[in-house]
């Protein structure tokens, strides 16, 4: 008998047991999931999406489509089918080499070589029952794969309920490819829920190679994107600063908008630590709050409980409203020189500790802020900020083209040290321009006010503050003119780019104004300022310091240029600037000493050669007095396995000392020549699973290193091993008050070993240790691709 006259007569068996015409055409259109084909096929078994919920009528409604080599038949009992048996119902698929169906209950009894497949399984077992109008199944003996996740496993028993929950007895869990047995949960009882994306462990034990790591009697893990309470996958570490470490999280669900994680780390050179994390979603905006606890630090223990606290939230109320905080504090200076922390780095010179709230209209906004620092360093006590009033007004085009702004604030700053004086400052800053401008040209002028006024508090025996005043008030006009020109040319440069060049010129006025009377009014340090760096683009600033403690008198040209380099396409491929400002009266100084009457040149400049090739630099040159003050340079190859990136960093000692304020003249603890820093980093990835990275950063005057870091990474699709090493200069533990170049350096070594299970949940590996590189790798590229 040919096949499909076979498969006709046993779909015609089945039709009499079920009443149900299984290729009846009664007119209507045919629905995929109804319509039989021989052999069968069908697109609705292979969908993750779980389906509408159905009535028990149109359960039952849905035809049962049935193809085998021979039938026994008892009508309106059972029917048994044999030989390459294939069963389509709704979004179940089973083959089979002999199934059994029982018309009064609609169950299925499948035996023999059994192929079992829903919307979210596929299964492998020796007996499958299932009931056609729920979808409950059992399986006995079962090898099962998850179709809508990377899981799974084996199980002696799996008894489905309804659509989306799993229960598996004497069962085995992973998320590796077949015949990738790296690591397997196997457990007792295991209960898959696929509306929750979770898992959950009865009696479990943790196999890496089939051989028994640990063991937790009760372990919840994701497998999806969805959040549950329960415990998550431990991670381990090892690493010469803290020694093994075990990190335990426990995450806890705690509404739609909230959830909490707490890590258990246990640190074998240091104790246990606690850590916390918790996150929130409000209509008033979304915070983390972070908190870590040791209770004794075995490897300090002189330094006592050890803490740290961090609190960020970032949110917009009613469209007007906007809040920001900002805070950090832990329980002593080395605390991120000792410990690995979620709050901060052990390159924090200070912790900010601040908060502000907004009203935004279209035309004017209101901020009220206050600010702290907790300093990590000794003999520093910077100004606490307790609070500003800040508010500004926009009118553009108030009267005809005339644009106007106001920028007020009232400050009031405190501090610790005696020799500093407190204030309270009011700052009024009314600005009138006019933008001008066309295709090729631009021209804004503009004319404001500054008056600032202070009430200070001092103690008068303090010889360095006999200058000061307790009321002293200042008001100084500016002027600043800024124009431009853009030029295209008709000539393509070598043949190929488009160039333009785009000449630049400010004209600034601030008069000279005695500001002797206010703290920092010699451009020495003050409440809030600080001198800003004079790169190209601070060639056109109206200021050279932040804050308005300070207002430098100018009468100056700022000059400068753009030319840039684009391709056939329009994108840019190069541009290079360079610029200096010419002062009409004095050096723009407050040096009496320095009598040029020039800038140091200054030019940046972005190269980008088809996407494979980057370049970013600049330099500072002062002409008057033949220095190179700044200079930067990094270059970048980058090809489709990693990249390769060296660069150097250069500033005198001299720009230092005219530009950095140093407490108690404490340069030499920092630099005896400047800054010479160059930097090799690179990427390479070997294949697909493998990664090596390398850093080192030297120091070419004192010819020493500063930091070096290597390591490799193996990634697959179901674990992931990392093999980390650094080392970097740290301050010498002897006598902090030694100058650089002075004795010996001295290296803090660290080795990071790490271990990630991938595929539950989200994330997609686990790490831990503590073997990172303050410097790192930087992508400062104007023209990325």
């Known amino acids: 008998m040919p096949f499909t006259s076979r498969s006709l007569l046993v779909s015609f068996a089945g039709c009499l047991l079920y009443g149900a015409p299984v290729i009846a055409d009664d007119g209507n259109p045919v629905s995929p999931e109804n319509s039989a084909i021989f052999p069968l096929k069908t697109d609705a078994v292979n969908s993750c999406k779980v389906p509408d919920k159905m009535s028990k009528e149109e359960e039952e409604q849905q035809p049962v489509l049935i193809q085998a080599d021979s039938v026994e038949a008892s009508n309106n009992s059972k029917a048994v089918y044999k030989g390459n048996v294939h069963i389509i119902k709704g979004r179940q698929e089973i083959k089979a080499d002999s199934i059994t169906l029982h018309q009064q209950e609609n169950i299925a009894i499948a035996e023999g070589n059994v192929d079992y497949s829903s919307m979210?399984?596929?299964?492998?077992?020796?007996?499958?029952?299932?009931?056609?109008?729920?979808?409950?199944?059992?399986?006995?003996?079962?090898?099962?794969?998850?179709?809508?996740?990377?899981?799974?496993?084996?199980?002696?028993?799996?008894?489905?309920?309804?659509?989306?929950?799993?229960?598996?007895?004497?069962?085995?869990?992973?998320?590796?490819?077949?015949?990738?047995?790296?690591?397997?949960?196997?457990?007792?009882?295991?209960?898959?829920?696929?509306?929750?994306?979770?898992?959950?462990?009865?009696?479990?034990?943790?196999?890496?190679?089939?051989?028994?790591?640990?063991?937790?009697?009760?372990?919840?893990?994701?497998?999806?994107?969805?959040?549950?309470?329960?415990?998550?996958?431990?991670?381990?570490?090892?690493?010469?600063?803290?020694?093994?470490?075990?990190?335990?999280?426990?995450?806890?669900?705690?509404?739609?908008?909230?959830?909490?994680?707490?890590?258990?780390?246990?640190?074998?050179?240091?104790?246990?630590?606690?850590?916390?994390?918790?996150?929130?979603?409000?209509?008033?905006?979304?915070?983390?709050?972070?908190?870590?606890?040791?209770?004794?630090?075995?490897?300090?223990?002189?330094?006592?409980?050890?803490?740290?606290?961090?609190?960020?939230?970032?949110?917009?109320?009613?469209?007007?409203?906007?809040?920001?905080?900002?805070?950090?504090?832990?329980?002593?200076?080395?605390?991120?020189?000792?410990?690995?922390?979620?709050?901060?780095?052990?390159?924090?010179?200070?912790?900010?500790?601040?908060?502000?709230?907004?009203?935004?209209?279209?035309?004017?906004?209101?901020?009220?802020?206050?600010?702290?620092?907790?300093?990590?360093?000794?003999?520093?006590?910077?100004?606490?900020?307790?609070?500003?009033?800040?508010?500004?007004?926009?009118?553009?085009?108030?009267?005809?083209?005339?644009?106007?702004?106001?920028?007020?604030?009232?400050?009031?700053?405190?501090?610790?040290?005696?020799?500093?004086?407190?204030?309270?400052?009011?700052?009024?800053?009314?600005?009138?321009?006019?933008?001008?401008?066309?295709?090729?040209?631009?021209?804004?002028?503009?004319?404001?006010?500054?008056?600032?006024?202070?009430?200070?508090?001092f103690d008068r025996s303090e010889t360095s503050l006999s200058e000061l005043s307790e009321e002293v008030s200042r008001t100084i006009p500016e002027v600043r003119i800024n124009g431009a020109i853009y030029l295209d040319s008709t000539h393509k440069f070598l043949g190929e780019y488009l160039q333009t060049l785009e000449p630049k010129i400010q004209y600034l006025y601030v008069p000279e104004v005695d500001q002797s009377e206010i703290y920092g009014g010699r451009g020495e340090g003050g409440y809030d300022s600080s001198k800003l760096q004079l790169d190209y683009y601070g060639l056109f600033r109206d200021r050279q310091y932040s804050g308005v403690d300070y207002i430098s008198s100018a009468n100056q040209f700022s000059i400068g240029a753009t030319s840039r380099f684009y391709d056939d396409a329009y994108k840019e491929r190069m541009n290079i600037s360079f610029g200096q400002i010419l002062y009409m009266d004095g050096s723009g100084t407050t040096n009496e000493n320095d009598t040029s009457n020039s800038s140091a040149w200054a030019m940046e400049s972005d190269f980008n050669f088809n996407d494979y090739l980057f370049y970013h630099g600049g330099i500072q040159y002062d002409s008057n007095v033949s220095e190179l003050q700044v200079a930067n340079s990094t270059l970048e190859y980058r090809f489709a396995k990693g990249y390769v990136q060296a660069n150097y960093r250069y500033v005198s000692k001299n720009y230092i000392e005219s530009n950095v304020r140093f407490e108690d003249d404490s340069i030499e603890q920092i630099t005896q020549h400047g800054i010479y820093q160059a930097g090799l980093l690179s990427e390479y990835n070997l294949g697909r699973n493998w990664a090596l990275k390398g850093q080192y950063f030297h120091d070419t005057k004192e010819d020493q290193m500063i930091e070096a870091l290597v390591g490799v990474t193996y990634l697959s699709d179901c674990w992931s091993f990392g093999l980390t090493y650094s080392d970097q200069l740290i301050a010498p533990t002897n006598d902090s008050a030694l100058a650089i170049g002075t004795y010996k350096p001295e290296y803090e070594k660290n080795l990071m070993l790490s271990i990630g299970i991938r595929g539950l949940g989200s994330n997609t590996g686990i790490t831990s240790g503590s073997a990172t590189n303050a410097l790192g790798y930087g992508r400062p590229f104007y023209l990325n691709n």
């Open 120 to 457: 979210d399984m596929r299964s492998t077992s020796d007996k499958v029952t299932t009931d056609l109008t729920t979808e409950d199944t059992t399986m006995v003996n079962t090898a099962y794969n998850m179709s809508c996740q990377p899981i799974r496993g084996t199980a002696s028993r799996v008894l489905k309920t309804g659509q989306e929950i799993y229960q598996l007895e004497d069962a085995s869990f992973t998320t590796c490819p077949a015949d990738d047995n790296s690591w397997r949960f196997k457990a007792s009882d295991i209960e898959l829920d696929q509306s929750d994306e979770w898992a959950t462990f009865y009696n479990a034990r943790f196999e890496v190679l089939d051989v028994p790591i640990f063991y937790l009697p009760y372990i919840t893990v994701p497998v999806g994107d969805q959040r549950k309470t329960g415990v998550l996958i431990p991670s381990v570490g090892l690493d010469s600063k803290n020694g093994f470490e075990l990190s335990v999280p426990i995450y806890w669900n705690i509404a739609p908008n909230y959830d909490a994680t707490t890590t258990i780390n246990y640190m074998e050179k240091r104790g246990t630590q606690l850590e916390a994390e918790f996150r929130y979603l409000e209509t008033f905006g979304q915070g983390t709050v972070d908190l870590e606890y040791l209770n004794e630090d075995a490897k300090f223990k002189d330094k006592g409980t050890r803490w740290g606290v961090s609190w960020n939230h970032s949110g917009i109320y009613q469209k007007h409203w906007k809040f920001e905080v900002d805070y950090s504090k832990v329980s002593d200076i080395d605390y991120f020189q000792d410990l690995n922390s979620s709050i901060g780095t052990r390159d924090e010179g200070q912790l900010t500790q601040s908060g502000e709230v907004s009203y935004r209209t279209q035309d004017w906004d209101m901020t009220m802020r206050v600010r702290d620092f907790q300093v990590l360093v000794e003999n520093q006590t910077p100004y606490r900020l307790m609070p500003q009033i800040e508010f500004n007004y926009y009118a553009p085009q108030f009267y005809k083209e005339f644009d106007f702004n106001l920028h007020s604030h009232v400050s009031k700053f405190a501090t610790d040290d005696e020799a500093k004086p407190s204030a309270t400052r009011v700052h009024l800053e009314p600005k009138l321009s006019l933008p001008l401008s066309s295709t090729w040209w631009s021209l804004t002028p503009e004319a404001s006010l500054l008056y600032t006024y202070y009430s200070q508090d």
